[in-house]
């Protein structure tokens, strides 16, 4: 038996609570992973898991196994990442999880030039509007706009987003413009309820920061949804300026509220653990970071550009 394989397979289950998603992560059938544990179990003469039609927990034994497992598979990755640092060529497959558009306008179009850098590399980009757990989604880093309160992951910034106020011209010949943010409370107002607070919109100016309750009639959880309906006259919208650039569609809105601007929102790279950083993962970090770097609409000082 592969010891090192099963110990994997073991930790991957434990973090996800699924043999059959383990195996879709594998590439591989459930009865694979699961004579893989039973040969574990056997070899170890223990029972590691408790199963039932719903359930699937950890024994007492499966428990103690679970961090001498990890040691192990760490100690085997921080020497195969000491013999790639001394080789010099990342190799094998850096999973990157991104917000959607974010990843479609920003990262995806770069990614030949990380990939020409490294022949022996590969990508899996997983694009997701949701904050997805980073271990239990089997990810090797993220990308995550906005402030990160995780504390069991590493947070490195690597550029910011400022967000804008929009709205169509057809929308503001109708119901007017608004001079200042409190007067959004007397307008249609589109939510993207992606954000943590998405009915409370910050701004600050010369009367400082104001934070403005709005509502509107439409919620919306992706913000190319957004965009389209503030194009269609359905409200006002906070668009990331990122994106305004971006879109050819954008030229049909208005900025407004040019005296007072939502607050800038961090963008960072979050990874589980800054032991045993594989070549690979510090190659795409690294290269995220001089990318974003000289980028006018999300770039920042390399000051700035520090781990949090």
């Known amino acids: 038996m592969d010891l090192l394989a099963a110990f994997r397979v073991f930790i991957r289950i434990a973090e996800t609570g699924s043999f059959s998603s383990v195996a879709r992560e594998m590439g591989t059938t459930q009865p694979t992973v699961s004579r893989l544990v039973a040969s574990l179990e056997s070899h170890l003469a223990v029972r590691l898991f408790q199963r ?6 950890l024994t007492e034994d499966g428990r103690d196994l679970l961090g001498h497992a990890r040691l192990v598979v760490e100690a085997v990755a921080e020497t195969e990442a000491a013999i790639g640092q001394r080789r010099g060529s990342p190799s094998g497959t850096v999973r990157l999880g991104c917000p959607a558009v974010f990843g479609r306008l920003y990262v995806a179009p770069r990614l030949h030039r990380l990939l020409d850098r490294h022949p022996d590399l590969s990508v899996d980009l997983s694009l997701s509007d949701s904050v997805v757990d980073v271990v239990q989604e089997g990810l090797d880093i993220s990308i995550r706009i906005g402030e990160v309160t995780d504390a069991s992951l590493v947070a490195r910034r690597i550029g910011a987003s400022r967000a804008v106020t929009v709205a169509s011209r057809e ?6 413009v608004p001079t200042h ?11 993207f309820t992606r954000l943590s607070s998405p009915h409370v919109w910050n701004y600050q100016g010369a009367d400082g920061d104001i934070a403005v309750n709005v509502k509107g009639r439409l919620r919306c959880d992706g913000i190319e949804a957004v965009m389209e309906a503030a194009i269609s006259s359905v409200g006002i919208a906070l668009l990331p300026l990122w994106m305004m650039r971006a879109e050819h569609d954008s030229s049909q809105l208005r900025q407004i509220l040019h005296p007072w601007c939502p607050p800038m929102r961090p963008i960072y790279v979050v990874y589980p653990s800054r032991r045993f950083l594989a070549p690979r993962t510090r190659a795409m970090i690294e290269f995220l970071v001089d990318e974003f770097r000289t980028d006018q609409m ?3 000082t390399q000051a700035d550009a520090s781990e949090g």
């Open 298 to 300: 999300i770039g920042q």
């Open 52 to 57: 039932s039609t719903r359930s699937l927990t």
């Open 171 to 176: 929308y503001l010949d109708n119901y007017g």
């Open 181 to 191: 943010p409190r007067e959004l409370q007397h307008h249609q107002c589109i939510i």
